[in-house]
């Protein structure tokens, strides 16, 4: 089977131009202008773009969380990533068991349905001297990226010693530690205090983690990281004091790399106010305008690295079925919420945990 493309611009890592491509059983058998081949389809790509099929380097699917899961499987997510020209995504194992190896099993049984390809990170979400042992074992089970928290009290997140260690080892072993920075502490005291007061809106998701304390994570991530003489990636960037820490930390000789997603492009905390504000809801939460504009900057300039989608949906109104490929499908999700007190830490972390993606929207607050 050959597809002969005609007339498109090709995107290249080192340059971009006009060319025809030639397409042989699903590969690219050659590249260059005014091609001829008699007995292939001919695709006119004239005026369009030609690019490689995309990289997600985050993505959340079959993620069990706040009793439900989330609405993506690796099958239902990938096949919505291919259709967008993404065909590769890195999703993220849960540390669910006694073992990272244990974790690692359970989630390649689940990814076995996947439409692309894929690979994943390690969540390092607890520490000791046994997890420290093992983490030098992951490269040989194909994964050598682990992620980290400075957020998620007494769930996800690691003290700074643990994690300055966890980049030590990284260090020695090839890997490299992702990190999701904000502050844990600041964020448990104003979530109390919200709920004591009873504001329970969506907007309040935002101001229960504020940007001083991405922007305070990030500079201490990346500290970290120079004294462990280690690299680091701190994934979903969304304030504008995060670039201006990254770039400082790089100035200063630190092997630091920052991701950044569509929602903190686009949207601000203005959304978290309409009345379907809690399709808004992400963690970290989306910010405002300048926020928008200087991520925007920053890769523009490349202080940003890469943009993931932390594509992690769940539905907005689980209790109505909806229909995919002919079968009936519902899955609790923001519903969740209010059948929950309140004022317990329990409603708390399920009304306002999770992430934003496409389509289909987190689980949060409903209003």
């Not at 259709?83 to 099993?105: A, H, N, Y």
Request: aromatic share 8%.
């Amino acid at each position: 089977m050959k597809t002969l493309i005609k007339g498109g611009r090709l995107v290249t890592a080192e340059q971009t131009f006009s060319t025809d491509i030639l397409v042989v059983d699903e590969k690219i058998s050659q590249i260059g202008k005014n091609l001829q081949t008699g007995d292939a389809k001919v695709e006119d790509a004239s005026g369009r773009f030609i690019l490689p099929g995309g990289v997600d380097p985050h993505v959340h699917l079959d993620l069990p969380m706040a009793g439900t899961v989330s609405s993506d499987d690796h099958y239902t997510g990938t096949k919505a990533a291919a259709f967008g020209g993404t065909t590769t995504v890195i999703d993220f194992v849960s540390f669910d068991f006694p073992t990272l190896g244990q974790s690692v099993d359970t989630w390649k049984k689940n990814a076995e349905k996947a439409a692309v390809d894929y690979s994943a990170h390690m969540n390092l979400t607890r520490f000791d001297e046994k997890i420290a042992a093992e983490l030098s074992t992951l490269p040989g089970m194909g994964i050598t990226t682990v992620k980290t928290f400075t957020a998620y009290n007494n769930r996800l997140r690691l003290p700074d010693g643990d994690i300055f260690r966890a980049l030590r080892i990284a260090r020695d072993h090839g890997m490299l530690v992702l990190l999701h920075a904000e502050n844990g502490d600041v964020i448990e005291t104003l979530i109390s205090e919200a709920l004591a007061a009873h504001h329970l809106t969506p907007e309040w998701h935002a101001k229960t983690r504020p940007a001083w304390g991405a922007v305070e994570a990030t500079l201490r991530a990346s500290s970290l990281a120079a004294q462990a003489e280690s690299a680091l990636y701190i994934v979903h960037m969304n304030v504008a004091g995060e670039v201006d820490m990254l770039r400082y930390a790089r100035q200063h000789g630190v092997r630091v790399m920052g991701e950044t997603c569509p929602q903190y492009l686009f949207f601000t905390e203005d959304d978290l106010r309409r009345p379907d504000g809690a399709k808004w809801v992400c963690s970290p939460p989306v910010r405002t305008k300048a926020d928008n504009a200087r991520l925007w900057e920053g890769l523009a300039d490349g202080t940003l690295q890469t943009i993931g989608t932390d594509h992690c949906p769940f539905f907005f109104d689980g209790t109505k079925t909806i229909m995919y490929e002919g079968q009936p499908v519902a899955i609790p999700g923001k519903e969740l919420g209010p059948r929950i007190s309140p004022r317990s830490p329990t409603a708390c972390r399920v009304w306002v945990t999770a992430c934003r993606c496409s389509g289909r929207t987190a689980l949060g607050l409903a209003s």
